[in-house]
């Protein structure tokens, strides 16, 4: 096969790439280009883009770039990541740093996990860029607003969020109490809501759009086999649709709002609920296509591809990450 594709005559193989220098323009999107736009902001260009930048009405092209997928860069962006003192959120902190964001995390924990020091120094010594942290409980919005205005303002912009905090209760349904329900609504609901307008308002401030990403849960979608716990499946229901309302409202800013819905992920709290549940360590797994559970840094790939201009044409939608489990 290999030989076979190397028989290409030299002179086709001039005029391909003395095609390849003229830029990519089909009548179709000739017509595209000429309606009018729905609205004038939008994120700046993708790196090393040779013609207009992505909201301009023109689709940049990547056609013989001298980097590599370029459109993941995040040099100079500056991205917030709710509940990352640990986790999940920082592991994708972590995934944001490496593409070359501005990372901020914010937590209502005293003090983030041992990881957060490797990661921040790793940060300034290895990938030319900064972890900070910010002491918050995303229920209390006035401070938050205070807080990402007072981010903004230093870097005068505002490029992207992932909304991760949020909490769990395994609680049957008729015991639930009504307190412990407006908790839980309080910080998977209200808390990531209000955490998504405080960063879109400065988005819109500086008028350069931008990518605000909400994690959300396969539980959003199904109910959990042998895990009960009602106001957290709703309250991720709820996400999803929050991120669907919220994408319908801000595109005209050219804020892109999409969410991830991840499987079952093995972290330190779910290790501690498999001591108390054994059982659940070998069936949880069967639940699957894959026949296992996933790991934080399979998400890592997820966060960067929805931050980043690699996913500019996608909004509104719930990217599932779950081994097919809901696909069965």
Not at 5 to 32: C, G, K, M, Y
Not at 58 to 78: A, G, I, M, Q, W
Not at 191 to 197: E, I, L, N, R, Y
Not at 233 to 250: D, F, H, T
Request: glycine share 8%; proline share 5%; with cysteine.
């Amino acid at each position: 096969m290999s030989s076979t594709l190397r028989l290409v005559p030299r002179a086709t193989s001039r005029e391909l790439r003395s095609r390849s220098q003229v830029p990519f323009l089909t009548q179709a999107s000739r017509t595209f280009s000429a309606l009018p736009r729905l609205h004038t902001p939008g994120p700046p260009a993708p790196p090393d883009a040779k013609s207009a930048a992505l909201y301009n009405g023109n689709t940049p092209s990547y056609f013989e770039t001298t980097k590599r997928l370029p459109e993941f860069n995040l040099v100079d962006k500056v991205v917030l990541v709710s509940g990352a003192a640990r986790g999940l959120g920082l592991v994708q902190a972590e995934a944001l740093l490496e593409a070359g964001a501005t990372v901020y995390a914010l937590d209502r924990l005293e003090t983030p996990s041992p990881d957060f020091s490797r990661i921040k120094k790793r940060a300034e010594t290895e990938l030319g860029t900064s972890l900070s942290y910010r002491r918050i409980d995303v229920r209390d919005v006035d401070q938050l607003n205070a807080i990402v205005t007072e981010i903004a303002d230093k870097h005068g912009r505002m490029d992207g969020l992932i909304a991760a905090a949020g909490i769990q209760q395994e609680t049957p349904a008729l015991e639930y109490s009504a307190k412990d329900s407006d908790y839980m609504m309080s910080i998977n609901v209200t808390g990531v809501f209000m955490t998504a307008q405080a960063v879109a308002r400065q988005m819109v401030r500086f008028g350069d759009g931008g990518s605000v990403v909400l994690i959300a849960s396969m539980s959003g979608t199904v109910a959990n086999r042998g895990l009960i716990c009602p106001a957290y499946n709703a309250s991720k229901a709820a996400v999803i649709q929050l991120g669907r309302n919220l994408a319908s409202e801000w595109g005209q800013y050219g804020i892109r709002v999409n969410t991830i819905s991840p499987g079952y992920i093995v972290t330190a709290m779910v290790e501690a609920l498999f001591e108390k549940f054994p059982e659940r360590r070998e069936e949880w797994p069967k639940q699957n296509m894959l026949g296992r559970l996933s790991r934080p840094e399979e998400y890592r790939g997820a966060a960067a591809f929805l931050i980043s201009d690699a996913s500019s044409f996608m909004t509104g939608s719930d990217l599932r990450i779950d081994g097919g489990h809901a696909a069965w």
